[in-house]
Structure formats: structure tokens, C-alpha cells
């Protein structure tokens, strides 16, 4: 026989969440103490070094980069800002209709690409995305 919700201690509704928390974390404790127990340690001095994408490591690591590099970090989060403000929109485009009236929400949306299509349009003739014409710096 089962008891009703009512009776059970609030606190008992989450226990299987704790319990499914508690389990990811021992294994990921328990894979990485196996791998450390298990596996062989040889520091040698290969590899103690630094390694970055298979090219040694000379000189100074404050070494001037890019304006280019910037330049499509940049990009990288205008375009993720668009992402986010499309989302929500895409969300409610059904319901539009009724509170601002039938088309409101597409042309809202089409003024909007077409800010970000001025944009693009911008940076591919500034040669931003040309990476065959890099010259070290703009």
C-alpha cells in the first residue's frame, strides 16, 4: 500500500536527485583515483614540457597577436548575441499575432537580419574573413 504525497516529508521528494548528484560525483571521483592508482607515472622531461598545438614553446608568451584575432573574437560574439535574441523570438512568433497584429513579428525580424546582412556584408569586404590575404596585421 502506498501513501499519499501529502505524508511523505517534503525533504524525501528530492532524495533521488541527491542520490543521482552523489553518484556522478564518486564516479568521477572514483575514475580519477583509479587512473592515478592504475596508471604509470614516468615525469620525464619531453614530458614536462610545454606543448602547444605541436609547436615548441619559444620565447616570450606576451607576444603580440593579430588584429585579425580580435577582429573574429569579436565576430564570434556578435554573431552569438544574434543567436540569443532570435531564440526567444522564434519561441513566441505563433502568439505574435495576437497582441501586436499579423505581420508585426516577421518584419520585425526581417529589419532586424537585415541590420546583421549589413553587417556581414561590412566585414566580408573589409577582407575580415579573407584569411589567404593575412598579412600578420590589418
Same mark, same amino acid.
Given at each position: 500500500m502506498t501513501t499519499p504525497a501529502s505524508t511523505i516529508p517534503y525533504f524525501w521528494q528530492y532524495l533521488p536527485l541527491l542520490l543521482q548528484i552523489l553518484a556522478a560525483f564518486g564516479m568521477g571521483l572514483g575514475m580519477a583515483f583509479g587512473s592515478y592508482f592504475i596508471g604509470k607515472h614516468r615525469n620525464?622531461?619531453?614530458k614536462l614540457a610545454t606543448y602547444e598545438c605541436g609547436i615548441e614553446a619559444v620565447g616570450d608568451?606576451?607576444?603580440r597577436f593579430s588584429v585579425r584575432f580580435y577582429m573574429v573574437a569579436m565576430l564570434? /560574439?556578435?554573431f552569438d548575441v544574434e543567436v540569443v535574441f532570435m531564440m526567444p523570438w522564434a519561441v513566441i512568433y505563433r502568439d505574435l499575432p495576437k497582441y501586436v497584429?499579423?505581420?508585426f513579428g516577421?518584419?520585425?525580424m526581417l529589419v532586424y537580419l537585415g541590420f546583421v546582412a549589413?553587417?556581414?556584408?561590412? /566585414?566580408?569586404?573589409?577582407g575580415i574573413l579573407d584569411w589567404s590575404n593575412d598579412k600578420g596585421d590589418l
Open positions: 620525464t622531461k619531453t608568451a606576451r607576444g564570434f /560574439i556578435l497584429g499579423p505581420w516577421f518584419w520585425e549589413v553587417g556581414l556584408f561590412y /566585414i566580408v569586404k573589409k
